[in-house]
């Protein structure tokens, strides 16, 4: 308090308020161009096809139109390739919450022969790209007569070290009383991880849970290789190839082009906005300390 | 091992051998919990990766027999018509990618930092790119530069008088649009990395620097760069090896083109392997890709090398 001088003080002030101010508006200016294309996602999505093609162009659709919507949803079949989605994200996020969970309690709490080993281990498997295993997985999982099957997207990628390393730093805050008064009663680990790990560990569970469904919601080279036919595809993998397809053939179908990828996105910024601290917590865990 | 005692009356002996059996006992439970995530990860990340490398030193094809070609697949690797463009092409959109997302990540940061209301909205609207799908995203903005009068980047720049661009198809322009593209989706993650270092950094040392009549940039030059080195080491890290092996984007916006100019590595090995059935190949070049990424981690680790995790 005293370290300032007056004149230096109301400087400061006056400066501060200059730099706030540019602060604002650049971090407004940054927004805005974050969330001007989604904007114009939506226009585009609700407008009629002759509006679409308006030069110059208009971010307003008049009239707004659901054509787009219910030709995406019925004519190019997006109700099934939604429905193909929201079964694989849920199933991936119900086995990685599981399997994690478990993984993260034993290598938190148990002390075990090879632990440290295997954790290193699984540490390192963290350098391996994506792009290496694209072969040897596809034949994998030829080889297992998963293609073209739901199952062949949902095992694969439903175990994330990450998110192992997430459970494991969350559940060893747990204080180990409370196990010791389980075990004291009798209960074995099992008991203790479903009776007292699972519901302490709550937060932990809910940023594995969202970064798994929104990763297997996002996922598109993998499904793209697996899922060969037509009935069995994500959404990703329809909306990455029907656009091809229909820009070659119509030249500018980005009414419902755009109408598709609202309904990709719509749902993730939906769990997004409604558990986004979960998130927040997560990413900072994950990226800091992984 | 942290078991405690049983406290049940009973005969002193009866207690001492439960208490010695408990200890001694063979506790199967860990094993089992670990079990599924190994086996897993086992079946379907170690082994694929040692059977790619197995796989690089044969002439392994979609269709018929595959032989052992020892090192030919390796050697072929440089003679192969588009190898040198998909690499350079990596190569340009890593450089261009990584230092401007780094950049600009940690500006729009470094002004979430400053003492302002309602930041919770921004980094809401800075994440909502993040979180959207890859190829949703993309197509947006295939749309959003779309060649001719209709697309609506080439209706802003006439505003300010210059002339439309055929922006995926013009040769010189179509991976800076991509690299425009990645960095309006992959910031938001970047930011909210720096933001958590940026709020790490005690800020006794930034009334410290004041009372010594550092500005804005020396207090940035000397507190904040030299502490958010772990932080900036991290995303270095995850921006380059996310860069290497950029597919989606490519795949959805140009296909490659034009003229392979945006021909990258993982494009180009989803391109041999399931367009031209050149498994053996195709792994070979997958394992160069692993080994530049592995290299490049162990060359940034060694630059960062004071850095302490």
């Given at each position: 308090m005293s370290r300032m001088s007056l004149p230096f003080y109301r400087r400061r002030q006056f400066g501060d308020a200059?730099?706030?101010?540019?602060?604002?508006?650049?971090?407004?200016?940054?927004?805005?161009?974050?969330f001007f294309p989604f904007v114009w996602m939506v226009s585009t999505a609700l407008k009629t096809p002759p509006q679409v093609l308006d030069v110059p162009i208009r971010w307003l659709p008049d009239p707004i139109t659901g054509e787009n919507f219910a030709a995406a949803w019925w004519r190019f079949d997006f109700a099934r390739y939604f429905l193909n989605t929201l079964f694989i994200s849920s199933a991936v996020t119900i086995l990685s919450v599981t399997i994690c969970s478990m993984a993260g309690y034993a290598f938190a709490k148990k002390h075990f022969w090879g632990r440290e080993m295997i954790f290193n281990m699984l540490l390192a498997t963290l350098t391996i790209p994506g792009a290496v295993l694209m072969i040897p997985l596809f034949l994998t999982i030829l080889k297992l007569g998963w293609?073209?099957?739901?199952?062949?997207?949902?095992?694969?990628?439903?175990?994330?070290?990450?998110?192992?390393?997430?459970?494991?730093?969350?559940?060893?805050?747990?204080?180990?009383?409370?196990?010791?008064?389980?075990?004291?009663?009798?209960?074995?680990?099992?008991?203790?991880?479903?009776?007292?790990?699972?519901?302490?560990?709550?937060?932990?569970?809910?940023?594995?849970?969202?970064?798994?469904?929104?990763?297997?919601?996002?996922?598109?080279?993998?499904?793209?290789?697996?899922?060969?036919?037509?009935?069995?595809?994500?959404?990703?993998?329809?909306?990455?190839?029907?656009?091809?397809?229909?820009?070659?053939?119509?030249?500018?179908?980005?009414?419902?082009?755009?109408?598709?990828?609202?309904?990709?996105?719509?749902?993730?910024?939906?769990?997004?906005?409604?558990?986004?601290?979960?998130?927040?917590?997560?990413?900072?865990?994950?990226?800091?300390?992984? | 091992m942290t078991m405690s005692p049983t406290m049940k009356p009973g005969p002193l002996l009866r207690r001492v051998a439960l208490a010695v059996y408990r200890e001694v006992r063979f506790n199967y439970w860990p094993y089992l919990f670990v079990l599924p995530a190994l086996a897993i990860l086992g079946a379907f990340l170690l082994y694929p990766a040692l059977y790619a490398f197995r796989m690089s030193f044969y002439d392994w094809q979609a269709l018929g027999e595959s032989e052992f070609v020892g090192l030919e697949n390796y050697q072929r690797f440089l003679e192969m018509p588009n190898v040198r463009l998909a690499v350079s092409n990596t190569l340009y959109y890593t450089a261009l990618n990584v230092p401007s997302t780094l950049f600009v990540s940690l500006f729009v940061a470094l002004l979430l930092n400053a003492e302002i209301r309602a930041r919770a909205w921004f980094r809401v609207l800075f994440y909502l790119p993040v979180i959207s799908s890859d190829v949703a995203v993309a197509l947006l903005w295939k749309w959003i530069y779309w060649a001719g009068a209709r697309g609506l980047l080439n209706n802003l720049i006439g505003v300010f008088g210059l002339p439309p661009q055929d922006w995926l198809g013009d040769p010189k322009l179509a991976m800076p649009a991509i690299v425009l593209l990645t960095i309006w989706k992959g910031m938001g993650s970047n930011v909210l990395i720096f933001l958590a270092g940026l709020q790490s950094i005690p800020p006794e040392l930034y009334e410290a620097a004041m009372i010594d009549g550092a500005g804005v940039w020396a207090r940035f030059r000397h507190v904040t760069w030299p502490l958010l080195r772990p932080v900036t080491l991290i995303v270095l890290l995850l921006l380059t090896i996310g860069s290497l092996q950029v597919f989606t984007p490519v795949f959805v916006m140009t296909g490659g083109g034009p003229a392979n100019h945006t021909l990258t590595i993982a494009f180009y090995i989803y391109n041999l392997a399931f367009?031209?059935?050149?498994?053996?190949?195709?792994?070979?070049?997958?394992?160069?890709?692993?080994?530049?990424?592995?290299?490049?981690?162990?060359?940034?680790?060694?630059?960062?090398?004071?850095v302490v995790y």
């Amino acid at each position: 308090m005293s370290r300032m001088s007056l004149p230096f003080y109301r400087r400061r002030q006056f400066g501060d308020a200059v730099g706030k101010l540019a602060v604002y508006a650049l971090l407004i200016v940054g927004a805005l161009l974050a969330f001007f294309p989604f904007v114009w996602m939506v226009s585009t999505a609700l407008k009629t096809p002759p509006q679409v093609l308006d030069v110059p162009i208009r971010w307003l659709p008049d009239p707004i139109t659901g054509e787009n919507f219910a030709a995406a949803w019925w004519r190019f079949d997006f109700a099934r390739y939604f429905l193909n989605t929201l079964f694989i994200s849920s199933a991936v996020t119900i086995l990685s919450v599981t399997i994690c969970s478990m993984a993260g309690y034993a290598f938190a709490k148990k002390h075990f022969w090879g632990r440290e080993m295997i954790f290193n281990m699984l540490l390192a498997t963290l350098t391996i790209p994506g792009a290496v295993l694209m072969i040897p997985l596809f034949l994998t999982i030829l080889k297992l007569g998963w293609i073209n099957k739901f199952i062949g997207i949902i095992v694969p990628f439903c175990v994330s070290v990450t998110n192992i390393f997430l459970m494991r730093q969350y559940i060893s805050t747990i204080p180990t009383e409370l196990e010791e008064a389980a075990r004291i009663d009798g209960a074995s680990d099992f008991t203790i991880w479903w009776r007292i790990i699972l519901p302490l560990s709550k937060p932990a569970m809910a940023t594995v849970a969202i970064f798994s469904f929104v990763g297997a919601w996002d996922g598109f080279l993998w499904p793209l290789i697996v899922l060969k036919d037509k009935a069995m595809w994500t959404l990703n993998v329809a909306l990455g190839l029907l656009q091809i397809e229909y820009i070659a053939a119509e030249g500018s179908p980005w009414g419902v082009m755009m109408a598709g990828s609202v309904l990709v996105v719509l749902p993730l910024i939906g769990v997004f906005l409604t558990l986004q601290r979960y998130f927040m917590k997560g990413l900072i865990i994950g990226a800091v300390k992984g | 091992m942290t078991m405690s005692p049983t406290m049940k009356p009973g005969p002193l002996l009866r207690r001492v051998a439960l208490a010695v059996y408990r200890e001694v006992r063979f506790n199967y439970w860990p094993y089992l919990f670990v079990l599924p995530a190994l086996a897993i990860l086992g079946a379907f990340l170690l082994y694929p990766a040692l059977y790619a490398f197995r796989m690089s030193f044969y002439d392994w094809q979609a269709l018929g027999e595959s032989e052992f070609v020892g090192l030919e697949n390796y050697q072929r690797f440089l003679e192969m018509p588009n190898v040198r463009l998909a690499v350079s092409n990596t190569l340009y959109y890593t450089a261009l990618n990584v230092p401007s997302t780094l950049f600009v990540s940690l500006f729009v940061a470094l002004l979430l930092n400053a003492e302002i209301r309602a930041r919770a909205w921004f980094r809401v609207l800075f994440y909502l790119p993040v979180i959207s799908s890859d190829v949703a995203v993309a197509l947006l903005w295939k749309w959003i530069y779309w060649a001719g009068a209709r697309g609506l980047l080439n209706n802003l720049i006439g505003v300010f008088g210059l002339p439309p661009q055929d922006w995926l198809g013009d040769p010189k322009l179509a991976m800076p649009a991509i690299v425009l593209l990645t960095i309006w989706k992959g910031m938001g993650s970047n930011v909210l990395i720096f933001l958590a270092g940026l709020q790490s950094i005690p800020p006794e040392l930034y009334e410290a620097a004041m009372i010594d009549g550092a500005g804005v940039w020396a207090r940035f030059r000397h507190v904040t760069w030299p502490l958010l080195r772990p932080v900036t080491l991290i995303v270095l890290l995850l921006l380059t090896i996310g860069s290497l092996q950029v597919f989606t984007p490519v795949f959805v916006m140009t296909g490659g083109g034009p003229a392979n100019h945006t021909l990258t590595i993982a494009f180009y090995i989803y391109n041999l392997a399931f367009g031209s059935g050149l498994y053996g190949f195709a792994s070979a070049v997958s394992y160069l890709l692993f080994a530049a990424i592995l290299g490049i981690t162990v060359i940034q680790r060694r630059y960062f090398s004071d850095v302490v995790y």
